[in-house]
C-alpha cells in the first residue's frame, strides 16, 4: 500500500526496533477503525509491536495465536502470529517477520475476529 495526499506519515523505525506494515487493504481500514475508536490504546499496541511483538511472558492482552493461527504465510515463508487486544472486542493480528525486522499487521477491527470463536 503506497502512501498518498493525507494519508498519515509513519516514521522509520529506529535500530533495534521492528517496523509494523500492513499485510493487506482491510487491515490498514480496520487500523483506521481501531485509531477512531480508541487511539490511545491503539497507540500502545503500535509501540507494542515497535518493541516487544514477542514477549518472553505472555499475558491475556498480548499472546500468540493458538491451533491454526499460530502461523501465517507472509511472501513466501511462514511467521508467528500474534494478537493484541485494543479494546474489548477490538482486536490486532499480526505475523513476526524475524528476516525483515517486520510485523505485518494480517487484521485490525474494533470487533472480534470470528475466527476465533470456535
Not at 533495534?16 to 500492513?22: K, M, P, S, T, Y
Not at 516487544?52 to 499475558?59: F, G, K, M, Q, Y
Request: aromatic fraction near 10%; hydrophobic fraction near 30%; proline fraction near 6%.
Amino acid at each position: 500500500m503506497t502512501a498518498g495526499r493525507g494519508d498519515r506519515a509513519a516514521p522509520p523505525s529506529p535500530e533495534g526496533q521492528w517496523d509494523v506494515r500492513f499485510a493487506d487493504a482491510a487491515a490498514a481500514k480496520g487500523w483506521e477503525s481501531l485509531c477512531r475508536q480508541a487511539r490511545e490504546n491503539t497507540y500502545r499496541a503500535w509501540l507494542t509491536m515497535r518493541t516487544d511483538p514477542r514477549p518472553a511472558t505472555e499475558t491475556q492482552r498480548q499472546h500468540r495465536l493458538k491451533g491454526t493461527l499460530a502461523h501465517g504465510p507472509y511472501r513466501g515463508h511462514t511467521c508467528e502470529q500474534w494478537q493484541i487486544e485494543v479494546t474489548g472486542g477490538g482486536r490486532l493480528w499480526y505475523l513476526i517477520d524475524t528476516a525483515r525486522d517486520t510485523c505485518w499487521i494480517t487484521y485490525a477491527g474494533t470487533a472480534h475476529p470470528r475466527a476465533t470463536d470456535r
